[in-house]
């Protein structure tokens, strides 16, 4: 009797197991050295970015999605919105949206964050950076630390870094070279303190204007120019209603590539390394190709356009910098100003390599 209760009781065993079925399981090993399996939950995560359909950001987004469902086999995957067209093209809003869970990963301009917190616009004080090795040095080391626990404070958990890039200048009117070409140029800036400082230490014009406002206004003559990294006014077509360029170093802009801390949180030890990885390659992409356009694109304008492109040099840049050095003490009070002691704004600018005597 004995035996017959033992037999039925493993038959019992083996039609379970082979009843069970539905979601991912990962081969997994617990901390005694067993094997063990972690269930991957079927679910769908919104990517949100305020790049457009072509832009290297939503380009990232994609290349993120392939990768989580080869890692997942297909449990997670991943839905791109560009052009942050789930909040209406507000960009702030659609920041706001990954930080409430909405959108679940995200991809946005330090410039953008800046209207969160004042330290993401450390970015962009001119001249900071004067290549991309300097840019990765910096955003993969102290400073992207510096910025990344201000990130996880909002309630985001980094996944990587990402290059909108130098900002470079273009105008209607003529070639700029020297801070004397800037006067009179009316140049459509983003809207961070910082960059509006620089170009009115520079000697131009500036304003602000949404975005979406800028082509109709460069070709109506409201603005002479404006300024941004060459894939995004490439993919804005900006080559149409503009003659020069001025291709530089003058100011740089970063992408923070995120996900919700709560749904991050929520994951099993396993997938949160999974997340990571992809995440770390995603960024690595998408510096890749953003970094590569530049090149084909310039000289696409210049055959397809009659763009005239003039790369500063180093000689052409001193007259900039020199007037540039306002812009820092400006930054270094504003940080002050918002609360942070001389000490701690100190400690913070030395992360990205600035010194300052307050």
């Known amino acids: 009797m004995k035996r017959f209760i033992a037999l039925l009781l493993c038959l019992v065993m083996v039609l379970s197991l082979a009843a069970c079925g539905g979601s991912k399981t990962e081969d997994t090993q617990t901390n005694d050295g067993q094997e063990g399996t972690t269930t991957i939950e079927p679910q ?11 832009s290297t950001w939503v380009q990232a987004g994609k290349y993120f999605g392939e990768l989580i469902s080869e890692a997942t086999d297909g449990a997670i995957t991943v839905e ?9 093209g507000a960009q702030t809003d659609g920041i706001q949206g990954v930080i409430d869970n909405v959108t679940q990963i995200d991809m946005h301009s330090n410039l953008i964050y800046a209207s969160f917190n004042d330290k993401f616009s450390v970015v962009s004080l001119p001249f900071l950076f004067a290549n991309t090795d300097e840019v990765d040095a ?4 102290e400073g992207g630390e510096a910025l990344s626990a201000v990130l996880e404070g909002m309630g985001l958990h980094v996944l990587g870094i990402g290059e909108n890039g130098f900002r470079h200048v273009t105008n209607s009117k003529h070639e700029i070279i020297t801070p004397a070409d800037m006067a009179n140029l009316k140049i459509r800036v983003a809207g961070s303190s910082v960059l509006m400082d620089a170009y009115k230490s520079w000697g131009a014009d500036y304003t602000t204007a949404n975005w979406s406002e800028v082509y109709t206004g460069l070709q109506t003559g409201t603005f002479d120019g404006q300024e941004n990294p060459v894939p995004t006014m490439d993919s804005a077509q900006i080559q149409e209603v503009q003659k020069y360029v001025t291709y530089w170093t003058g100011s ?12 991050y949180d929520s994951l099993s030890p396993e ?67 918002k609360g942070m002691s001389a000490d701690e704004v100190t400690s913070f600018l030395a992360a990205f390599g600035v010194e300052v005597n307050l």
């Open 138 to 141: 910096v955003l993969d080391g």
């Open 44 to 54: 769908v995560w919104k990517f949100g970015s305020s790049g457009g359909e072509t």
């Open 80 to 88: 791109c919105y560009g052009q942050d067209q789930l909040f209406n």
């Open 252 to 263: 740089y802009d970063c992408l923070f590539f995120t996900i919700n801390q709560g749904l």
């Open 271 to 337: 997938l949160q390394q999974i997340v990571d990885e992809c995440g770390q390659k995603t960024v690595e992409y998408q510096r890749e190709i953003n970094r590569a356009a530049d090149e084909e694109t310039l000289a696409r304008w210049e055959s397809e356009n009659g763009v005239t492109v003039h790369y500063l040099t180093e000689d052409e840049m001193v007259a900039f910098k020199e007037l540039s050095d306002p812009v820092y003490d400006s930054y270094a009070q504003l940080l002050m100003d």
